[in-house]
Structure formats: C-alpha cells, structure tokens
C-alpha cells in the first residue's frame, strides 16, 4: 500500500463524525401561503429555471407566446391536443403539420392538469393527447394554463384529480419540477439531461 494511500486512510479513520441531527417529526410539511397562488407558483418554479408568464387576458397570453415563438420555424413546435391546435392555430399560431414530435421538434407544447404552487410543480398525465412525447422529448417544453388550474399544496392536486378522472385515474400522473436537470457528474449542474432543458408556463 503506498504512503498517499495509508494517510488518506488514516484521515478518514480518525475523523470525528458528528451524531446525525434527529428529524423532527412533528414539524410540518407544508408552510403557510399568504399570497396569490400564481405568484407563490411563480417564485417557487423560477427557483429551479423554469420560466413563468402570468398574462391577464388570452390576448395577452397569445401575444407573449407569438413573442417567444417568432424565432422558430412552425415546422419544429409540436402539439399534439386538438383542442389546444384549434385555440393556437386560430390565434395564428403556425404549428407543425404533424401533431407527433419527432427529431427536429425543438418545442412541444401541452396544457396541464393542475400547477402546484407549493412546490412550484406542473402536474401532466397521459389523459393529455400526445403529452408523453410533447413534455419529454423536445428541448422546450411550453405549457398554457388557467389560474384556475392552480392549487395549494400537492395533496389538493391529487384531490383535484381524483374527482376529475373519478375510477379511471390516467395510468401515468406525472409532476414536472423546473427543466430536467442533473449534477452526477463532477456536481456541476447540467439542464436538459433527461428532458427538456427549458420549462416555460403561461397562465392567463
């Protein structure tokens, strides 16, 4: 064993590990909101790079969506829900021809069912058409939705969405935190490493 070996050995032996802190248990889990729910949803996602744009009217919403898309060729932005399609497309919104995305998708765009504000959390599920592919593979993904969609904390989303699908709960309920995002290598903080690298959300 060489020398640098045995004294880095020797260190760890001989540190002092301090007793863990013991969890309290009786503490709560959830804090108190005094604000606007949209604005508590929108520090707590921007905390983690997502983007949030609370617009007060739809054509506010669709003028900062138009803003954002300017710089995209229509053929790369994917939605897949025809109901969403139909409120763009007669904004004069270009989208692709193709509801699916594909390789050259560079933005997908998907409502929600409910935004978490206590977390900052965007709540999708497979009832969504196409949102499996809309939120995961594309780079950016875009989500519209009312301040009506938002709620306290998590367990009034799975609330909500209970009475919504009542016995046939979607089979994949999903909860989107800020862009995907990792720090296994060296710790450096890397976005778009399992998913979109950019989350944007417009409420109106």
């Given at each position: 064993m060489s020398k640098a070996r045995q004294e880095i050995l020797n260190k760890l032996k001989n540190a002092v590990h301090p007793q863990p802190e013991k969890p309290d248990f009786d503490a709560p889990v959830y804090f108190s909101i005094d604000q606007p729910l949209d604005l508590v949803f929108?520090?707590?996602l921007e905390k983690v790079n997502g983007s949030v744009y609370i617009c007060e009217s739809e054509e506010e919403v669709i003028s900062e969506i138009k803003a954002f898309l300017s710089t995209y060729n229509p053929e790369n932005i994917a939605c897949?829900?025809?109901g969403l399609r139909q409120f763009l497309t007669s904004n004069n919104i270009q989208l692709s021809l193709s509801k699916e995305a594909?390789?050259?998708t560079e933005i997908g765009i998907?409502?929600?069912?409910?935004l978490v504000a206590h977390t900052g959390s965007v709540m999708v599920s497979s009832a969504i058409e196409g949102a499996r592919q809309s939120f995961v593979y594309p780079p950016v993904h875009l989500v519209i939705a009312r301040k009506n969609q938002i709620v306290d904390y998590l367990r009034s989303a799975y609330t909500e969405i209970q009475l919504k699908y009542g016995e046939k709960l979607p089979s994949q309920i999903t909860l989107i935190t800020g862009p995907s995002r990792t720090a296994d290598i060296e710790k450096t903080l890397v976005l778009g490493a399992h998913g979109p690298r950019e989350l944007k959300v417009y409420i109106y």
């Open positions: 929108k520090e707590n897949a829900e025809s594909s390789e050259t998907t409502t929600c069912e409910f």
